[in-house]
Each structure stands twice: as structure tokens, then as C-alpha cells.
T-cell receptor, first 113, second 110 residues
Framework: DGGITQSPKYLFRKEGQNVTLSCEQN?????MYWYRQDPGQGLRLIYY???????QKGDIAEGYSVSREKKESFPLTVTSAQKNPTAFYLC????????????FGSGTRLTVV | GQQVMQIPQYQHVQEGEDFTTYCNSS?????IQWYKQRPGGHPVFLIQ?????EVKKQKRLTFQFGEAKKNSSLHITATQTTDVGTYFC??????????FGSGTQLTVLP
């Protein structure tokens, strides 16, 4: 079955540590996205990529970095510069077709310990 | 960027009652998408509205896009416990990335 896989499901980070969240899709979608969700709030865009080897900052990119070396993969690194990283991180992908929404992964819950 | 306001933030209804969530913008929306996120889950795409005044139905769910394309609504008739979750609207904007509303968290009491 086609879909998006995010790993790990839960991740604990120590102060000052960088961590990388994995996102892999086998839907052959060109575009991929990272969103952050805080409790009781909507989704805020961190980074997005519409084509391999190209990506753009979203609304809250500070303290995060991404790469898009392969169409299937769009990993997100949460760096030590991100002062409040505890959140639910959602990866999504989409195809440039009318009426088709985003497909989301099941998310990674990151906690600073 | 584009700001999409969604109300109410929370809604508790008795099973069988109707429910409506509203999405508003001060500027013209491009296309509106609606998503449902079950507790502990991830958003799942429900529908997209494109045209001014458009109305679409999915069983007990009715989606509307305002005539001026500045608002949208999702109405659920006769709610069931399976409708529990957070409903998000999202504007697709001009650069193919979605701007999400803050969501309406629906609780259905049996």
C-alpha cells in the first residue's frame, strides 16, 4: 500500500542536542511538507519542497533544517537552536492535481527532557 | 501570510445534534480544503472546494464555500460518536502550500 511513513513515533531530545525525524513516501508525490502542531492548535508550516534538491522555508523555519536528496525522502532536523521543540511533527506529501488533498504521515511526538 | 480564522475552538454536542464549524478570512481564499484529525491521529483529507458558492455533500457532512470566497463551513447532521475529532479548514494559497485554520475540536456525548 502506498503511504507516508514517519519515524520514530516518539522521540526524546536532551537540551543542546540535534535530532532528525524521518519521512518517507512511496506515493510518487513531488511535493513534501513538514508541519508542527502544538496542543490545541493548528498546523504551522516549517519547510516544504516541491522538487528534489529544492526546498523553501515555511512560517516557522528557525531552528530547523531539511534536505531533499531523493523524491521519496524529506528528513527534518531539529537543531539545538530551536528553543521550544516539544511538539507533534507531521510530514505530508501532495500531487499537483485538482481536488486531491495532502496525505499525512502518522506523526512524530518530540519531547525535550 | 494568509490568515485563516476558524470558530468555534471547541464544541460539545449531544449525539444526534447537529454541528457546524466556520472558517473565515479577511482576504479572498484560493481553494478550501477540509481535514479531520481523530484524537491521537493525523489529519485526513475530506474534500476540496474551489468555486464561489460551491456546496458539496458527503453523507451527513455538508461543505459550503462562500459567494465571496472569504468563508467556508462544514455542517454535520445528526452527529455520531464516530464524528469525534478536530476539523481543520485550510487555504491552498498561490504557492501550493496549505495555510491551516486553528481547528474546531468536536466532542460528541453519547
Amino acid at each position: 500500500d502506498g503511504g507516508i511513513t514517519q519515524s520514530p513515533k516518539y522521540l526524546f531530545r536532551k537540551e543542546g542536542q540535534n535530532v532528525t525525524l524521518s519521512c518517507e513516501q512511496n506515493l510518487n508525490h513531488d511535493a513534501m511538507y513538514w508541519y508542527r502542531q502544538d496542543p490545541g492548535q493548528g498546523l504551522r508550516l516549517i519547510y516544504y519542497s516541491q522538487i528534489v534538491n529544492d526546498f523553501q522555508k515555511g512560517d516557522i523555519a528557525e531552528g530547523y533544517s531539511v534536505s531533499r536528496e531523493k523524491k521519496e525522502s524529506f528528513p527534518l532536523t531539529v537543531t539545538s537552536a530551536q528553543k521550544n521543540p516539544t511538539a507533534f511533527y507531521l510530514c505530508a506529501s501532495s500531487i499537483a492535481a485538482q481536488g486531491i488533498g495532502y496525505t499525512f504521515g502518522s506523526g512524530t511526538r518530540l519531547t525535550v527532557v | 501570510g494568509q490568515q485563516v480564522m476558524q470558530i468555534p475552538q471547541y464544541q460539545h454536542v449531544q449525539e444526534g445534534e447537529d454541528f457546524t464549524t466556520y472558517c473565515n478570512s479577511s482576504t479572498t481564499l484560493s481553494n478550501i480544503q477540509w481535514y479531520k484529525q481523530r484524537p491521537g491521529g493525523h489529519p485526513v483529507f475530506l474534500i476540496q472546494l474551489v468555486k464561489s458558492g460551491e456546496v458539496k455533500k458527503q453523507k451527513r457532512l455538508t461543505f459550503q464555500f462562500g459567494e465571496a470566497k472569504k468563508n467556508s463551513s462544514l455542517h454535520i447532521t445528526a452527529t455520531q460518536t464516530t464524528d469525534v475529532g478536530t476539523y481543520f479548514c485550510a487555504d491552498s494559497g498561490s504557492a501550493r502550500q496549505l495555510t491551516f485554520g486553528s481547528g474546531t475540536q468536536l466532542t460528541v456525548l453519547p
